[in-house]
């Protein structure tokens, strides 16, 4: 078994790496157009204001002065959180509800504040947009340089063999190393915030300074581009690393032990990558940004395999079928698509990538699922985090029936502490219905009237505690305690009085009446009949 020439393995591994900078295009555009989005929101919110307040197209500096230091109610916060809603990643949302949930944010704010908040939410906005884009580009970058990789070197070596699917905690470990001191999204709140500095100058100064609505624009769509430029170089570089880690991995598995440093040499090459073209290193020592890619920012090296006669040895091995004992080749025709079918497509099911995507970008939602549905169903279902990802994305028969009985599950419990702070409000509201609606079943008819209306007051005010307790949505809870409190067996019997005209013994009849019927208005928000 002979090797190829060098040349080969080189323009391989060129074309490689320019496959990965070809597929960080797409994520670059998704980027952009979030900086796009977002510098136009932010140029409305100024054109608002010159619409209703400038004289001529302009603005004094006294005028502007005046204007920006307006008292504005901290009501129009609220508007701000709208634009919260839609953003996907839960660090970005709870950091930015946080900010907005200050004490300092309590009181009045100045029109000039709400401008400022208006563009930090929107670079943050920017923020997540990059994040999504990158994680699910950066996830496919490592699948796809794993797999080609091994294709590559199974094709120049003219032998065949399975290989191992790349490992989901594989594919995480390399997606959150921070190899050059700070993980990616570290770096991408880090520029949105520069961003949202430069900005909230620009806007400001242009105010003071009496400028026009069309510099403004101008200097803003100026800090946009520098802001694109920034992400661009982030992602591309990024992509060098993960392609690269990923490539590590594929050596690893064909049992190679070391690699050699490939630089793009043209005029754009940088000094340190020339130095390190052609050297050889081992796989096990291999440390981005010192010996492996990338080296700097816009790097765009990579590496090749180096074939000594021990690892020819290794994969010639590896390459004998399990039962007849015999080697196979790759043929010479062969394309990636076709060795991909063959080696991972049926030997892992053509889902498993996806899978294992869903697996990463899912990890933080899935960890608060798999608390919730262990609160619900106790031992029934897998009591490890990683068993609950088994049936979760490979067991689709039996997820979906938990799915499908998880409310009725949840409504037949009676409330416990494990259930506090893990449920949306439908659900909360459903679990509150239905143990409402037995509350008349409960009743001891041996009582007295009265001592049942005690019963169903107490019983009430009981589902009610227990269901705020149980919301995910703190904030709303508490808000609910203070707007619609639990009242006191006498509170209740006189507002039965006072509004009704009833006398107390007709009070009772009705709160015994009443205390399985819910808010309609309340349902009909959540779409429940009844």
């Known amino acids: 078994m002979k090797a190829r020439t060098n040349s080969y393995w080189e323009k391989r591994a060129t074309e490689r790496m320019a496959g990965y900078e070809k597929g ?62 839609g953003i996907k990643d839960p660090d970005i ?35 997540d947009a990059e994040i999504q884009a990158s994680s699910l580009g950066y996830i496919d970058t490592i699948n796809e340089a794993y797999y080609r990789n091994l294709f590559d070197i199974q094709k120049g070596l003219g032998l065949g063999f399975n290989v191992a699917a790349m490992p989901a905690r594989t594919i995480e470990t390399i997606l959150k190393n921070p190899w050059s001191g700070e993980h990616f999204s570290s770096r991408v709140w880090k520029n949105t915030d520069v961003l949202a500095e430069k900005i909230t100058e620009v806007v400001t100064a242009g105010f003071q300074s009496g400028a026009g609505i069309r510099k403004m624009t101008l200097e803003l769509e100026n800090m946009s581009n520098l802001g694109k430029m920034a992400a661009a170089r982030l992602v591309r570089t990024e992509t060098t690393y993960m392609a690269n880690a990923a490539e590590m991995e594929s050596y690893k598995e064909a049992e190679i032990e070391e690699y050699i440093y490939i630089a793009t040499l043209d005029n754009r090459t940088s000094e340190v990558c020339q130095e390190h073209d052609k050297q050889r290193y081992k796989v096990k020592d291999a440390v981005p940004g010192k010996n492996m890619p990338p080296l700097h920012p816009w790097c765009r090296s990579t590496t090749r395999a180096y074939f000594s006669d021990i690892d020819l040895q290794s994969i010639g091995r590896r390459a004998r079928n399990p039962e007849t004992g015999k080697t196979y080749l790759v043929p010479g025709d062969m394309d990636y698509g076709q060795w991909y079918e063959k080696h991972v497509v049926n030997q892992y099911g053509k889902d498993q990538a996806d899978v294992m995507k869903n697996k990463i970008l899912n990890k933080v939602s899935d960890q608060k699922l798999y608390v919730k549905y262990k609160a619900i169903y106790g031992q029934e279902i897998p009591q490890s985090f990683e068993k609950f990802l088994e049936l979760k994305y490979n067991k689709v028969k039996e997820w979906n029936d938990l799915k499908d009985r998880k409310q009725e599950r949840l409504n037949s419990l009676d409330y416990n502490p494990s259930l506090k702070g893990l449920f949306g409000d439908l659900e909360t509201r459903l679990w509150y219905i239905s143990h409402d609606k037995n509350i008349v079943n409960l009743l001891d008819s041996d009582k007295d009237i009265k001592d049942r209306a005690m019963e169903a007051h107490s019983l009430r005010n009981k589902y009610r505690s227990e269901a705020r307790l149980m919301m995910q949505n703190r904030k ?8 619609k409190p639990n009242l006191t067996f006498e509170e209740l019997v006189q507002d039965k009085i006072d509004k009704k005209g009833l006398t107390k013994d007709q009070a009772y009849y009705d709160i015994i009446n009443t205390a399985g019927k819910t808010n309609k208005e309340v349902n009909s928000k959540f779409n429940i009949e009844g």
Do not use: H, M, W
């Not at 950091?95 to 943050?124: G, H």
């Not at 709303?476 to 707007?483: G, V």
């Open 476 to 483: 709303k809870a508490e808000e609910l305690d203070i707007i």
């Open 24 to 85: 960080s295009e797409q994520t670059i555009s998704i980027v952009s157009k979030a900086y796009d989005k977002a510098v136009k929101d932010i140029e409305n919110e100024i054109d608002k204001i010159f619409s209703k307040f400038a004289k001529d197209g302009k603005l004094t500096p006294d005028d502007a002065k005046a204007l920006l230091n307006r008292r504005e109610s901290a009501k129009v916060l609220d508007a701000i959180r709208g634009n919260i809603k």
């Open 93 to 127: 949302k709870r950091k930015l509800l946080n900010r907005l949930n200050a004490p300092a944010y309590k009181a009045r704010l100045t029109r000039l504040q709400v401008l400022k908040e208006q563009v930090y939410i929107q670079s943050k906005i920017i923020a």
